[in-house]
Structures are given as structure tokens and as C-alpha cells.
């Protein structure tokens, strides 16, 4: 009788256990998206810091995957994909003298996945080439996420 009564609690504390666990990883994806949307906003503007990065790159997973087509077509995870994000965004980082961005249109999928569709426009320079840059454009980014991070960016032109 003892063993089953050990058994019967050690299920119950199981399940307990498991349904607390997915209870902590769920995070309200509307918000999110908005705290997504804000972060690389501002990773955009001109006056952008190190620090508005670093609060972007906190949203991602380590090995974050990554497209952006036609530019970049490999989304593979990799170990680095955070360091690498990092590195290509200082690159970047300040190179506009305006930015503009409006948030049209956020869907979510119960706990794995976002899209949020925005609209965008940018005028610079362009850090490697020193030649003007000027664009509007309709995006639409597609957000895996894993534990309450995004493990995979898509991006895509209208």
C-alpha cells in the first residue's frame, strides 16, 4: 500500500511539476512582439547605442538562425549566431540620419512563432561603401521562438 500511495504522489508531483514548467516558459507573445518591435526600432535610429543592441540581442537565443531574403538565405542555427548578429549590427549600428517604422500587424501562433508586419523607411550613409542609402519598404518578420526567446528571425519584403 505504501508503494502505491509513493507511486500515486510521485505522478501527481510529476505532473504538478510539468505544468508549472510550461506555465513559466509562457509569455504573453502580443507583448512581447511590442517589446520586440521597440527593441530593433531602436537599433535603427541614429542616435543608436552599443546598449540599445545589447537590449535587442537579450530577446534572441545564443544560437540564433537568422534570414533575411534574398541577402542572407541560410536560417541555420548556429553556436554563434547571436556573436555574429552583434557584430554585423555595429557594423551597421548609426549609419542612419532618419528612421521611421510603424507597427501594422502582429500575429502569434500559440507559444512557437510571431509575425509581425511593419513599415519602414531609412536614409544614410552606408558605412563601407560611403555611398547614400534611402529606402520604404513593407517587412514582415517571422519569429520562432524557444523558452521565451527568438530562436529563428525570417524577414521578408512586401
Known sequence: MKNKLLAAYTVVMSLSLSVTAETETEIDLNAFAQQYFKAMVATQAPDATEQDLENYLALLTDDIGHSHLPYVTDDSRQ?????AMRKGMTFYLGAHTEHNAELLDVFTFNQSAIAIRYSNSAKGIHPQHKQ?????????????????????IRKYHQ
Open 79 to 83: 553556436p554563434d549566431g547571436k556573436q
Open 132 to 152: 547614400a542609402i534611402s529606402y520604404s519598404q513593407i517587412m514582415m518578420e517571422v519569429l520562432e521562438m524557444e523558452n521565451g526567446k527568438v530562436a529563428v
